[in-house]
């Protein structure tokens, strides 16, 4: 399959193994941000591929893992009024709020509907004028200029039915969050190509510079992760701290200036709390003031609660890349995807789910733990 055979071949990998070998000449810890390209590293085994002295971390970069447990409890309220179809993405429904789910939501009668895109929603809004169709606006940059198109489409129309329950939430104040945190042992990190495809790289060059750490724009393929890893491992041992750009394929420095246009349009930086983690600030959006009529809490007077996470769920340290899902004592025993106790089980991007779904075997489990 064209641009992505030739981004796993083998030979070439091996190829990158033997140059990061020659490279390294002391430890290194790098955090790759996205979860997609957690599951990549954890299905094709490239952690296993390094040097000793490197080591991967996970970042906090799969959206439906850090959607805090307050705003699942709004969805699931919201859901549970009458004449309301909650839209969400498929990821979203199994995420255990303080509550229950959302799908144990549907199951008790709520109109929950699985959507793929937010103009799904909207479409629903139009063919159902009697309904409130509320979408759950759930992402990272990547998914918000959909979003924004949505509700942008839905003033021009004049369309009244429509609404978003906002939980996007942005990079670049999370890898400062980290960085600045005191448990931090991350040297370098992968940035995720597909969020620079919307916004570019030029707001992780402060970054750098000043936490004197590299950063480098990454894809999602083996090839482009291992290249990636190169990159981060050649400047760590030159003592450079830039922002390189591995995945030149798809990201320009200034990224795509009409999605950019239209998110700065419809949204507002706000302060966001992540699942597991706690409120960063700047690190979220929120509807402007004049697309308030569109903000579903508002519209519905939702309520806020404060919710803990399960006690047993150390899913904040594995997003904050202090532990990795193995050394959860909850991993592949209490939890699992069929009885998850944090969204990092439950997410197709969650780093649990991917050791559950790959790493599995005693053998590959740090000091041989059974489950
Ligand atoms: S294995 Fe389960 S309980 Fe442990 S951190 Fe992951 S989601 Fe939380």
């Known amino acids: 399959m064209r641009f992505v055979n030739e981004y796993r071949g083998p030979e070439a990998a091996a190829r990158f193994a033997r140059a990061l070998e020659q490279a390294v000449t002391r430890p290194w810890t790098i955090m790759e941000i996205c979860g997609g390209q957690t599951h990549a590293i954890i299905k094709f085994g490239i952690d296993q591929l390094l040097p000793d002295r490197i080591t991967l971390v996970h970042g906090p970069g799969c959206p439906v893992c850090v959607t805090p447990v307050e705003l699942i409890e709004k969805a ?3 859901a549970r009024l009458p004449r309301v179809v ?6 979203m429904l199994r995420v255990p709020g303080r509550s229950g789910d959302l799908l144990a939501a549907k199951a008790a009668g709520a109109d929950v509907r699985v959507v793929y895109s937010p103009l799904d929603a909207l479409a629903l ?6 309904r409130e169709i509320v979408f759950f606006a759930v992402g990272f940059e990547t998914t918000a200029p959909a979003t924004a198109l949505a509700v942008h489409q839905a003033a021009r129309e004049g369309l009244k039915n429509f609404s978003l329950l906002v939980a996007h939430v942005l990079v670049p104040p999370a890898i400062e969050a980290i960085l600045s945190s005191e448990a931090v042992r991350v040297q370098a990190f992968l940035a995720a190509g597909h969020v620079c495809t919307v916004m570019g790289w030029e707001e992780y060059v402060p970054i750098a510079r000043k936490y004197r750490v590299p950063i480098v724009v990454t894809g999602f393929e083996p090839l482009d992760i291992l290249q990636g890893i190169h990159m981060a491992v050649l400047q760590l041992e030159a003592g450079r701290a830039e922002v390189e750009n591995q995945y ?3 990201v320009r420095r200034e990224g795509n200036a009409a999605a950019r246009r239209l998110i700065g349009e419809v949204f507002e930086v706000v302060p966001r709390k992540w699942r597991g983690v706690g409120e960063i600030p700047d690190s979220g959006l929120g509807l402007r003031d004049n697309y308030a009529a569109y903000d579903a809490e508002r519209r519905f007077a939702l309520e806020a ?4 996470e399960s006690p047993e769920c150390i899913s904040g340290l594995v997003l904050q890349g202090v532990k990795k899902p193995p050394e959860c004592p909850a991993f592949a025993v209490a939890c699992t995807p069929e009885h998850p106790l944090g969204a990092t089980m439950v997410s197709s991007e969650g780093a649990c789910a991917a050791y559950y779904r790959y790493r599995r075997a005693a053998a590959e489990l740090p000091g041989g733990r059974r489950h």
């Open 76 to 78: 699931i309220a919201v």
């Open 86 to 91: 909650l839209c969400s993405f498929g990821d």
């Open 125 to 130: 809004a139009r063919a159902h004028p009697d």
């Open 248 to 250: 030149s394929r798809a």
């Open 305 to 308: 609660h404060s919710c803990d």
